[in-house]
């Protein structure tokens, strides 16, 4: 039995996982904000008798404080992590350019800020397992190319939400190269991995515009993948993780790395932008 942390578990992708691998009877940590959604996965696992193998963890992923109160409250409660899956993410369309209560832009500090800080601080845990694997469900493959003088889009003049995810799996590329970087001297994998379109209720009322929401469902039935078959390859890599340290997908269908992250010398620039970031709005984090 293993030890597998989802972050992001009580919606879409996350859920679907978290509840094939309480069926397989692994111990499953699911991180996520909303604690009606974790009972009902509790409620879940004890229909399936495997209560024992399952905790939830309230939290919002937004917040750098709620990120590290959760890395040590899951340090108390197990010895080591065998996987870390990194699915959270807000998929609500909007135009209007949003700061959590600690400063950063929302979706820069959800999905990337929190895979990064739950990467790096849950190395110590990981590289206790006998085959350490981070999955982070971003999206390599798309291009672009990173706003180094604004990480978070501040002065994008159209800002969106769509612009702000894209540019955060630019980050989240990055970071993948960062991380395993920092941990050469570990057997540590870390995965990059693009479901493609998915028929979550996340993606299909992203638009609050009911016309929208009713033409995405429309196009997401024809192109979009149904839950259950997205999260394949994700199982396969938990089955059988990549032999590469850092490796990116798309679906099932292996990327180039070299093409994936475009200039290799970047990373070490991101980790310190990030860690500055982080220090002056939050105070310093150490992730060694």
Known sequence: MRTIVIAGGTDGIGRELALQLIRNGEHVIIIGRSSEKGDDL???????DREDRFLFLQADLSLVSENIRIVNEVKHRVN??????????????????RETKEGFEHHFALYYL???????K?????????APL????????????IRWDDLQLQTEESFNSIKAIMHGSLLNNQLGLAFVQSAADTNIKYVLFNPGAV???????AFSNRLLQILVKFIYKIIGLPVQKAIEPILHFIKLP??????????NKKLDIAQVILNKNQSER?????LELIKRKHGELKIN
């Open 122 to 130: 849950f190395q110590e845990l990981l590289k206790r397992s006998a």
């Open 114 to 120: 929190s895979r990064f800080i739950l990467s790096f």
């Open 199 to 205: 028929q979550t209720k996340g993606a299909t009322e």
């Open 42 to 48: 509790r409620l879940e696992a004890a229909r399936l």
């Open 270 to 274: 991101l980790l310190r932008l990030t």
């Open 134 to 145: 981070i999955i982070n469900v971003c999206a390599p493959g798309v291009k672009g190319d």
């Open 80 to 97: 080591d992590i065998d996987q870390l899956i990194l699915c959270a993410q807000s998929q609500k369309f909007s135009k209007v350019y």
């Open 242 to 251: 990549p032999k590469d340290s850092l490796t990116a997908y798309k679906q």
